[in-house]
């Protein structure tokens, strides 16, 4: 907003606005730093994430079905 308000031909040539460019500057550099190097802990991770033991499950579950197919063809039945 400094450089748009800087164009300007009124404010172009004014003394006070380079100083108000230099302290908006400043100041968001100074909001960025801190921001920046403030300290965030890190999230809580689940001791199991929702994929892994969704795939588990699947596998789990696919596993009993292949051993029942397995023993019923061993049986000699019929599908």
């Known amino acids: 907003m400094s450089l748009a308000f800087g164009s300007l031909p009124a404010f172009a040539l004014r003394t006070e606005w380079r100083y108000v460019q230099r302290m908006a500057y400043l100041g968001a550099l100074f ?5 920046l190097w403030s ?3 890190d999230p809580k991770m689940e001791a199991e994430p929702s994929i892994e033991r969704d795939y588990r499950l699947i596998a789990e579950q ?5 051993s029942k197919i397995r023993s019923y063809f061993k049986m000699g039945g019929e599908l």
């Not at 909001?31 to 921001?35: P, S």
């Not at 696919?62 to 292949?66: A, E, I, K, M, W």
């Open 31 to 35: 909001i960025w730093g801190c921001t």
């Open 39 to 41: 300290l965030q802990p």
């Open 62 to 66: 696919t596993g009993r079905v292949l």
